[in-house]
């Protein structure tokens, strides 16, 4: 799962407000996704997602111990 395109899906469909800062930014790094000059891997940062989803939990109230 690409992360960074469901995030600009969720801007584009009006889900999730930013600033035109933000988009700006998000839209040249999407661009540049398929420029062979990059090098885009996914793996690394899905790593760490993972890792925080399965093993992180809060530990203040109101959410002390919830994911």
């Known amino acids: 799962m690409n992360y960074l395109l469901k995030y ?3 801007i584009q469909k009006g ?6 800062e ?3 930014v998000l839209e040249s790094l999407i661009k540049d996704m398929d420029n062979p000059r990059y090098i ?3 793996r690394p ?3 760490r997602i993972e890792f925080i989803e399965t ?3 809060h ?3 109101p959410f002390n111990g919830e994911p």
């Open 8 to 10: 600009y899906d969720e």
């Open 15 to 20: 889900k999730i407000k930013v600033g035109k």
């Open 22 to 24: 933000l988009l700006t």
């Open 40 to 42: 885009f891997d996914e």
């Open 45 to 47: 940062g899905n790593i």
């Open 55 to 57: 093993f992180c939990k």
């Open 59 to 61: 530990t203040k109230s």
